[in-house]
C-alpha cells in the first residue's frame, strides 16, 4: 500500500487565512482512499486551476446534486451513474426489550452505477475483506 506525504494547504476562505493538515494522525495517507482532497488534487493536475477553484467547482458540483435530490429530482450523470431518491414507508417493529415501535416514513439516496462503471470494476480486487465474506 503506497503512503504519502500529508499536505499542509494554505487557503483563504472568506478572507481567513487557513492552515490545514490533511489526514494528521501518521502524518501520512491511505493512496487508496479517494476524498474531496484527492478528487481536488487530480482535478488540479488536470486543469491548471488553482485550488481554490478547484474547490469551489467541487463544492458546487455536490451542492448542485443535494439541491436536486432535496427537490425530488433524478441526477443522471452519463457515463457514472444515477442519483434518486427513494421513498421508505413508515412500518412498525418489535424491539428485543419487547416495545414496539413505529419507523417513520423517510427518504433514502440510491446511486445506480451504469453499465460502463460496473463493468470496469467487476474485475477487481478487493482489499481489506473480513475473514467470513
Known amino acids: 500500500m503506497e503512503q504519502k506525504q500529508a499536505d499542509f494547504v494554505n487557503c483563504s476562505i472568506n478572507g481567513t487565512k487557513l492552515l490545514r493538515l490533511f489526514h494528521k494522525w501518521n502524518k501520512t495517507f491511505n493512496a487508496d482512499m479517494a476524498n474531496k482532497f484527492e478528487i481536488n488534487r487530480l482535478v488540479r493536475e488536470k486543469s491548471g486551476l488553482s485550488w481554490r477553484e478547484t474547490a469551489e467547482?467541487?463544492?458546487?458540483?455536490?451542492?448542485?446534486?443535494?439541491?436536486?435530490?432535496?427537490?425530488?429530482?433524478?441526477?443522471?450523470?452519463?457515463?457514472?451513474?444515477?442519483?434518486?431518491?427513494?421513498?421508505?414507508?413508515?412500518?412498525?417493529?418489535?424491539?428485543?426489550?419487547?416495545?414496539?415501535?413505529?419507523?417513520?416514513?423517510?427518504a433514502r439516496v440510491v446511486f445506480k452505477p451504469c453499465e460502463k462503471l460496473r463493468m470496469s470494476v467487476w474485475n477487481v480486487e478487493i482489499k481489506n475483506t473480513p475473514q467470513g465474506a
Request: charged share 35%; aromatic share 10%.
Open 57 to 106: 467547482a467541487i463544492d458546487s458540483f455536490f451542492e448542485f446534486i443535494k439541491d436536486a435530490l432535496r427537490e425530488g429530482e433524478r441526477v443522471e450523470i452519463r457515463g457514472f451513474g444515477t442519483f434518486e431518491l427513494r421513498v421508505i414507508p413508515a412500518k412498525e417493529c418489535v424491539t428485543l426489550k419487547g416495545g414496539r415501535k413505529i419507523i417513520p416514513a423517510h
